[in-house]
């Protein structure tokens, strides 16, 4: 069975700052991961997705991930904070052939501070 | 191209009624699946449909849910005899018929029993 561990549930960071959301998961196979945003009231938007190829991925709004197979981790930065990024950020594996559901970490709320 | 769309986006019921959550998917894709958030939470998988097939019901609750997804309209979640345990926001979401390829999340329901 796949999981995925967000270690903070809160991270603050001011405005300029380096971005770091950590996510580490378990799959049995190798894992397809993702990172979605959720601003307040809204669905998820994908911010960034790897599948297979460069394990270094960038997506939208600057933000980039890096998949490490030893560490089984796949963590979201960004160099520089903007007040625009205060949302909550989940991390998300998906494994099986032909059943692509995604399992969720509990997610990570970021606070940008002026 | 219209985005993943849900209705209603609120949906207040007292306990005992029925609640209908519909989803329609963007145009042109076949796969939806069915997301609970409770609060404070991430999401967790429900069900994964293509039209006229329930492909993995693993995350359902074993009574008084049930989804559809047929040939034509959008796709049903229901829940019957609603408790207070059942408040949360539902998201669906649709992705092509193509491997890995991205989940787009529409913008949810948030269902209030009383």
């Known amino acids: 069975a796949q999981s995925v561990t967000q270690l903070g549930s809160h991270v603050s960071v001011s405005e300029g700052a380096l971005v770091l959301l950590r996510c580490n998961y378990s799959s049995s196979v190798p894992p397809y991961l993702f990172w979605y945003v959720q601003y307040p009231n809204q669905g998820l938007q994908l911010l960034l997705k790897?599948?297979?190829?460069?394990?270094l991925v960038k997506g939208i709004n600057g933000f980039e991930a890096e998949f490490k197979k030893s560490e089984t981790s796949f963590h979201l930065t960004k160099p520089s904070a903007h007040m625009s990024d205060a949302a909550e950020y989940f991390c998300a594996v998906s494994e099986s052939f032909g059943n692509e559901k995604l399992t969720f970490g509990t997610g990570t709320r970021l606070t940008i501070i002026p | 191209n219209a985005g993943v769309m849900q209705n209603p986006r609120h949906l207040v019921r007292r306990r005992g009624q029925e609640a209908r959550l519909r989803c329609s998917p963007m145009?042109?894709?076949?796969?939806v699946y069915w997301y609970r958030q409770l609060p404070e939470e991430g999401l967790k998988f429900m069900v994964y449909l293509q039209k006229e097939n329930i492909i993995d019901e693993s995350g359902m609750p074993k009574e008084r849910f049930s989804a559809e997804f047929p040939k034509e309209g959008p796709s049903i979640l229901r829940i019957q005899q609603v408790v207070r345990g059942d408040s949360a926001a539902y998201f669906c979401?649709?992705?092509?018929?193509?491997?890995?390829?991205?989940?787009?999340f529409g913008p949810g329901t948030r269902l209030t029993v009383l």
């Open positions: 790897y599948t297979t190829g460069a394990t």
């Open positions: 145009k042109g894709h076949s796969h």
């Open positions: 979401a649709s992705s092509p018929p193509v491997q890995y390829d991205e989940q787009f």
